[in-house]
T-cell receptor, first 116, second 112 residues
Framework: DTGVSQNPRHKITKRGQNVTFRCDPI?????LYWYRQTLGQGPEFLTY????????KSRLLSDRFSAERPKGSFSTLEIQRTEQGDSAMYLC??????????????FGPGTRLTVT | GENVEQHPSTLSVQEGDSAVIKCTYS??????FPWYKQELGKGPQLIID?????GEKKDQRIAVTLNKTAKHFSLHITETQPEDSAVYFC???????????FGSGTRLSIRP
């Protein structure tokens, strides 16, 4: 399967704990996006990378959230001191800049986070 | 501002009939309008898209129309089948480097 993959698929944690999610984009894609989706809503943008550079961050991304893409391939999203309001599906998407399909973002299956 | 309104929020149609979902957007700079289908427990799947220089695009049973003047765009599914049951999201982007702004979704149910 050469699509976007995310791990873990599910994570249950206690309030105050730190969690880290991983995203592996489609192999030749140089742009990587993180979105958050709560129940009954559309995904909301969090941040995006072009290669290893983080180019945009949403105001939704509080100081407790940090994302990295150290080698321009996979990315990690860490949430420190989790709160119940962080419970959501965290989605990763990737795209290929510069080509005719540069607008098309392809999503992974998501990581569902439950904070108890 | 960045906002996409989507209607209806739920839609139930008889198998074989057509389904139409409508969206409006506010940012006149937007020039790309994708539609995503999301099944339970899965990530959104890109099913069709349209650029601002095109008024209509069709792919088998699905079609999208865009009215840039009115800032409206719509998804049409003909000859609906049970596997079309899912949540559908319209969305907008203003450049290939930008984020996607999603609508709130339409839960489509196909009655047998």
């Amino acid at each position: 399967d050469t699509g976007v993959s995310q791990n873990p698929r599910h994570k249950i944690t206690k309030r105050g704990q730190n969690v880290t999610f991983r995203c592996d984009p489609i192999s030749e894609h140089n742009r990587l996006y993180w979105y958050r989706q709560t129940l009954g809503q559309g995904p909301e943008f969090l941040t995006y990378f072009q290669n290893e550079a983080q180019l945009e961050k949403s105001r939704l991304l509080s100081d407790r959230f940090s994302a990295e893409r150290p080698k321009g391939s996979f990315s990690t999203l860490e949430i420190q001191r989790t709160e119940q309001g962080d419970s959501a599906m965290y989605l990763c998407a990737s795209s290929l800049a510069g080509g005719p399909g540069s607008y098309e973002q392809y999503f992974g299956p998501g990581t569902r986070l439950t904070v108890t | 501002g960045e906002n996409v309104e989507q209607h209806p929020s739920t839609l139930s149609v008889q198998e074989g009939d057509s389904a139409v979902i409508k969206c409006t957007y506010s940012d006149s700079a937007s020039n790309y309008f994708p539609w995503y289908k999301q099944e339970l427990g899965k990530g959104p799947q890109l099913i069709i898209d349209i650029r601002s220089n095109v008024g209509e695009k069709k792919d088998q049973r699905i079609a999208v129309t865009l009215n840039k003047t009115a800032k409206h765009f719509s998804l049409h599914i003909t000859e609906t089948q049970p596997e079309d049951s899912a949540v559908y999201f319209c969305a907008e982007m203003y450049s290939s480097a930008s984020k996607i702004i999603f609508g709130s979704g339409t839960r489509l149910s196909i009655r047998p």
